[in-house]
């Protein structure tokens, strides 16, 4: 069924994915600002979990927010995506996971652009562009 859980181990985790991956993916860590391979992407396509490879944003929703990472103002599915609170680094944020297999994808911010107001700010480290042919 492919809208089932995942559930893998850290282990598990650390086979699949690199250093960095782990890190952002598992462990809700970050990438800094303008160093990950999708903050500047012009390709069209579908963007999805690096973890589960589920399909969350696409093309038609990413813009440049100036932030530093790959920023949608939508999603392809809102229940594709489970927002949680953050308080970490003395802020109050939303953050988000991919809702089949719990990887961070980064935080979701209000102030993106019409239609939806809605920022999804996003770990390059955290998805895999599936480009248009």
């Not at 949680?84 to 935080?107: F, K, P, S, V």
Request: charged residues 30%; proline residues 5%.
């Amino acid at each position: 069924m492919a809208d089932s859980k995942v559930l893998k181990s850290d282990d598990e985790w650390r086979q699949q994915l690199s250093d960095e991956e782990f890190y952002v993916c598992r462990q809700q860590g970050t990438e800094r600002a303008f160093s990950g391979i999708y903050w500047d992407e012009k390709r069209l396509g579908e963007y999805r979990c690096k973890c589960c490879d589920e399909p969350l944003f696409n093309s038609d929703g990413k813009y440049d927010s100036g932030c530093g990472w790959p920023s949608f103002y939508q999603s392809l599915d809102p229940t594709k995506i489970t927002e949680l609170r953050d308080t970490t680094h003395g802020m109050i944020r939303t953050e988000i996971r991919c809702a089949r297999c719990d990887c961070h994808l980064g935080h979701v911010f209000p102030d993106g652009p019409a239609p939806t107001g809605i920022r999804y700010c996003v770990n390059s480290a955290s998805i895999t562009l599936y480009p248009e042919e």
